[in-house]
């Protein structure tokens, strides 16, 4: 291989010349998979081409580890349920600089980088913007090389692989791992065991009363990394994931008593746990799963951070200079009681001493605004599955309600509203109430989620810790985001405004001198142009979908939520149907528009996966008929995922963020679609209201009611009242509950349509419908009547941007809540002097 020892130094020389890796590749298929350039399989290429590019990457995984621990550096410990990672192979190589050398190695050996790279599955970590939120912050915090682990699971069969069946979402097991993953590493050294059930003994001894967790059952975690490559290929933090393991997998007495199933069974019990991301949990037995899910990846991280921090200190109130933990929402909240437990009955602190190290040391990020969805557990089933911690969870509370009286004298219902026990039937646990608690900083996600979260969701705990309480806006990683999938526009940004953006975003803003700059305008255009047509020919490939590249792309793609509002969106593509069949001269005049739909619902969400139906039957009534299929088209994409993302988000002109105002926290989707030149069409919700501030309320397309309004309009609101009043719209309506849409099942929609005719329209979606569709219109008639606005309005969106960069976020985040600095990292000093050259190519 094109690695040798060099006599003097405890690196290995390594080169990143397309020559050097074109060996490597070479040598990869001959000893780790017994094949040659002549006799293998795409697959084969495809793991020969991630080994060689992984023993670069060990290199400087390596050095980046000895520099942190050397330098004592603290690091970010980010506790998250999900990590949507997408490809590995071309994010890693985008960060190491190496694109042009890799795909002229392989073209050297008659090979396509592009085909070899579609080989690799999306890591199957994650679902929605939870998961991504936590992949973009991994990579900005080794761009900034803040030291940092990432902790999660790493599940077998990730979220599930979403196929489309009469217009019915069907989950499929999604097997990411079926091939192996070439670019994670096997830790079998790191095992923790892990306890749930049993009873807890008290023991009077040394002057205090002591703990022990007794008689329970056992589960082993074993990890394995993955490495996160900062941008520059200097830092290479880790991703750490906890695979569930039995400690005894196999019963020979079970076995040769014929009783081949026992035999297996702690084995299968055992690595359920780190099957499936969000089992459904409608039913008691998936509830309790993922509370098992939650505390085992939590107990196994808790763990390797105590092991880390022993090999350099022995003083447990040292822990906060060495360790930031960031809880990314409410699913690793039990990491307050386990830490509680670990300090006190492992460790042998006081009370007082191990409250004060959990909060110095926690930070609580909330993603939600919907009530529904902050986590509660019943007391009843902690209290079988941990009952230490239901004890320490019971003091907590104790003590924290003591200091909340102060705050409420004689007013139980704000104690009731802060205390961690939901006094329920049964009685819940909190896990929101008890994460912010527990910590010394509580964040939300964007602004207006934030002062939401302080003034109408938790306004109580906001009285009694104003200084806790702060916003930190999310971002996204423009490496991923614009240097890999969309290329040819990084290449053009690059060009008029040097290369700075791609690790300063706010360098984007120098973009703005462009947009009535006529040349760079119609390269603009081009791009976007040659970008819809790539979407068209990964859709044809991918799902069998075929688009008119030639049309406006105007798309929604996000999980399947009720206040997302999908249907507010499809109820729209009625009204346009509806016109274009009643108004010859609007249908003449609408301009060709294909409007693209993709994201999953939860399985056990009833009324999203009706949701998804819906569309369905949307889109086969729509593209079927000839009078209209010809200037409009409506599809769902199936399976989306942070790859189909690569390819959808960089040809979008429209980009639908229409929730309902206040419920949602953020959004990280409309960031992706602005930093590539999609035009918001949205509500003022989220990160959509530091959207329309940056990029100017005229480069935006906002409608609907605000927030305030949807406030003063719940309890009051009747949809009839703006579906009558509206006769377009009540033609519409007529249709919709006629079963045209789906003719052959009657009946199939009864129940969603009738929480939103006959149960009083929750998320307001007739509210807002007017104003939606008229501004709607607006957008479309600019494409069609002034594109070279159009092309302005979206160059003025790329250079407004940098405000949404993770790269800021981090930075935030690391001086405000984690107190953590950059900790510079030496490139190899044994890396083949060619790299420079390499990577101006």
């Not at 527990?438 to 979260?453: E, F, K, M, W, Y």
């Not at 006769?727 to 079963?739: G, H, M, P, T």
């Amino acid at each position: 291989m094109a690695q040798t020892k060099t006599s003097n130094s405890e690196h290995t020389r390594i080169s990143y010349t397309a020559s050097a890796i074109e060996k490597d590749f070479a040598e990869h298929l001959k000893y780790t998979q017994d094949a040659d350039v002549f006799h293998t399989t795409m697959q084969g290429r495809y793991d020969a081409l991630a080994y060689a590019i992984r023993d670069r990457i060990i290199h400087q995984w390596d050095i980046s580890r000895k520099t942190q621990q050397a330098a004592k550096a603290k690091r970010v410990y980010y506790l998250s349920l999900e990590f949507l990672m997408g490809r590995a192979m071309t994010n890693n190589i985008t960060n190491m600089g190496l694109t042009g050398e890799v795909a002229k190695a392989l073209k050297d050996l008659g090979y396509s980088y592009e085909d070899i790279a579609d080989v690799e599955p999306d890591a199957g970590l994650g679902n929605g913007g939870l998961g991504r939120l936590a992949a973009c912050f991994l990579d900005s915090m080794a761009t900034l090389e803040i030291p940092s682990f990432g902790y999660g699971i790493r599940y077998n069969y990730g979220i599930f692989r979403q196929e489309i069946r009469n217009g019915y979402q069907m989950e499929q097991p999604d097997n990411w791992l079926r091939d192996g993953n070439p670019w994670e590493i096997a830790r079998p050294d790191l095992r923790y065991t892990v306890n749930f059930g049993g009873r807890v003994e008290m023991i009077h001894e040394n002057g205090r009363d002591n703990y022990k967790w007794v008689d329970t059952d056992k589960v082993v975690g074993m990890a394995y990394d993955m490495p996160i490559i900062g941008y520059g290929g200097k830092t290479v933090n880790t991703l750490r994931l906890w695979s569930a393991k039995a400690l005894e997998e196999f019963s020979f007495e079970e076995f040769n008593g014929g009783d081949y199933a026992k035999a297996v069974h702690n084995k299968v019990k055992a690595e359920n746990l780190s099957q499936v991301l969000y089992p459904n949990d409608t039913q008691y037995m998936g509830k309790v799963l993922r509370l098992k899910q939650q505390y085992f990846f939590v107990a196994c991280s808790l763990a390797d951070i105590f092991r880390r921090f022993r090999r350099s200190s022995s003083n447990w109130k040292e822990l906060p200079k060495f360790a930031a933990i960031q809880l990314n929402d409410t699913h690793p909240s039990i990491a307050i009681a386990e830490l509680m437990r670990l300090l006190v009955d492992q460790e042998g602190l006081t009370w007082d001493e191990a409250w004060d190290i959990t909060l110095q040391c926690m930070g609580y990020t909330n993603h939600t605004l919907m009530p529904e969805a902050l986590e509660k557990w019943p007391v009843p089933m902690m209290q079988e599955i941990l009952p230490r911690h239901m004890q320490i969870i019971y003091e907590i509370n104790a003590r924290f309600i003591q200091k909340a009286v102060a705050y409420f004298p004689m007013d139980d219902g704000a104690i009731s509203k802060v205390s961690i026990i939901e006094e329920s039937d049964p009685k819940n646990v909190r896990m929101a109430n008890l994460a912010i608690i527990g910590s010394h900083a509580v964040n939300g996600v964007a602004q207006l989620h934030t002062d939401l979260l302080k003034n109408q969701m938790f306004p109580e705990f906001n009285r009694i810790y104003p200084e806790k309480f702060q916003n930190k806006t999310n971002g996204i990683t423009p490496r991923r985001w614009l240097l890999s999938s969309n290329p040819k526009l990084a290449d053009l940004i690059t060009d008029a405004i040097g290369p700075e953006w791609i690790t300063n975003a706010d360098k984007l803003a120098g973009l703005k001198k462009f947009a009535d700059d006529a040349a760079f305008a119609r390269k603009f255009a081009k791009i976007k142009a040659e970008n819809k047509v790539r979407a068209a020919s990964f859709l044809r490939k991918d799902c069998g979908i075929i688009l008119d590249p030639d049309t406006i792309f105007d798309v929604q793609v996000k999980r399947i939520h009720e206040y997302k509002r999908q249907l507010l969106n499809a109820f729209d593509i009625v009204l346009i149907y509806l016109r274009m069949k009643n108004d010859s001269a609007f249908a003449q005049a609408f301009p060709p528009t294909t409007f693209l739909f993709g994201g999953k619902s939860a399985p056990g969400y009833a009324n999203a996966k009706l949701s998804i139906k819906f569309i369905n039957c949307l889109s086969a009534m729509v593209n079927s008929d000839e009078t209209v299929n010809k200037k409009l088209k409506v599809f769902f994409m199936p399976n989306y995922r942070v790859t189909m993302a690569e390819s959808i988000i960089p040809a979008t002109n429209f980009s639908e963020q229409i929730s309902t105002a206040g419920l949602e926290a953020s959004g990280t989707g409309n960031m992706k679609f602005m930093l590539n030149g999609a035009l918001t069409i949205g509500t003022l919700d989220g990160a959509n209201v530091e959207i329309a501030q940056e990029a100017g309320d005229e480069n935006v397309f906002i409608f609907g009611h605000t927030e305030d309004q949807i406030s003063r309009m719940r309890g009051c609101y009747d949809p009839y009242d703006f579906i009558l009043r509206d006769e377009e719209i009540k033609a519409a309506v007529q249709l919709i509950r006629s079963n045209f849409f789906n003719i052959g099942e009657p009946h199939a929609f009864d129940s969603l349509f009738s929480d939103i005719f006959d149960r009083g329209d929750r998320y307001f979606i007739f509210a807002d419908l007017r104003m939606y569709a008229d501004r709607h219109q607006e957008a479309l008639e600019l494409y069609r009547d002034n594109f070279k606005d159009y092309n302005r309005k979206a160059i003025l969106n790329v250079a407004a941007s940098g405000k949404f960069s993770s790269d800021r976020t981090i930075r935030e985040y690391a001086n405000q809540i984690w107190n953590v600095g950059s900790c510079p990292v030496p490139l190899n000093p044994d890396i083949d002097t060619s790299i420079a050259d390499a990577r101006k190519r």
